[in-house]
């Protein structure tokens, strides 16, 4: 599903501007209040996890059998946290909610409750626990990819999760384990991450790539990601929300090209394939080019 088809508005988040190593965990405290950030994309995400389920092409639900209480007790914090801190928005419908702006009704339900609460906010919803002493992702609703399939990760442990990513198991792979270790109820984490995409897709495969010749019209994409340790279970809740920005929408941001450019040229090699920007390089250079005069 197409997103953003409205008006060019200011990118809400630029990571790149606060962390220039790409491959760090970036991790930061959030009040639990800020835990979901609902907004009035809401309808298009809903609308493209319907969609995604009814064509049923892709794997965007997976569960291991021994995470389902985890998935229960998601949805239980999730629903009340929805109606605890945005009231004007959810109210309580049975065992699931109604979005208020439109009338949507959002039921829950006794099987797969991960998904139905999945289809609540915006963000997709991930689980992990710990399994034969490492983090595994165990539950998963996933409808917006960023270039990775679900039912290939399904079961796997954080270090092979991201084998793809280089020089993570030297700088990352330990730190993330004891984060993990560290996690506590009373204090969730954001972290962002960003790439590039030659569409307005939600869903981004690897398979989709090619290389986009210089007219291509390309947009900065933004996952606001984090984690939270679940009370009882002891499960970590990952949750993914995705933002999607022309690249001109940079401009209304002073530097944000200038040093997304620079970020691009620091990127070592292996950092720069894995996060794929020689398909982008001829479309790039037109966002670029202009850099001193939007100086001026």
Sequence with gaps: MNINKGPITGPKYLPHMQHKDVIS??????DRRHWIEPDASYPQFLEHKLSLKELQQE????????????????AF????????????LYCSLADGLSYLPN??????ASTQPLWHASLWVADDLLIMQKLDGQYCLTAASLCSPSSWHLAQKIGHSMARIHDPVPSLHQKLTPKIDRFFDHLMVEKPI?????????NTNLAQFPEDKIIHPASTALYYRCERQTLTRLPQTNAIAFTIRVYVYPMMSLTQVPDALTQLKAAIDAMP???????????????????FSDLSSLKD
């Design 25 to 30: 965990m970036g991790m930061e405290s959030i």
């Design 59 to 74: 794997h965007i639900f997976e569960a291991l059998p021994s995470a389902y209480e985890a998935q229960e007790e998601l």
């Design 77 to 88: 914090e999730l629903k009340r946290h929805l109606l605890d801190q945005h009231s004007h």
């Design 103 to 108: 009338g949507i009704e959002l039921v829950g």
């Design 190 to 198: 954001q972290r962002f991450n960003w790439s590039l995409q030659a």
């Design 269 to 287: 090699k292996a950092v720069a394939s894995y996060k794929e920007i020689i398909y982008f390089a001829p479309a790039l250079q037109k966002y």
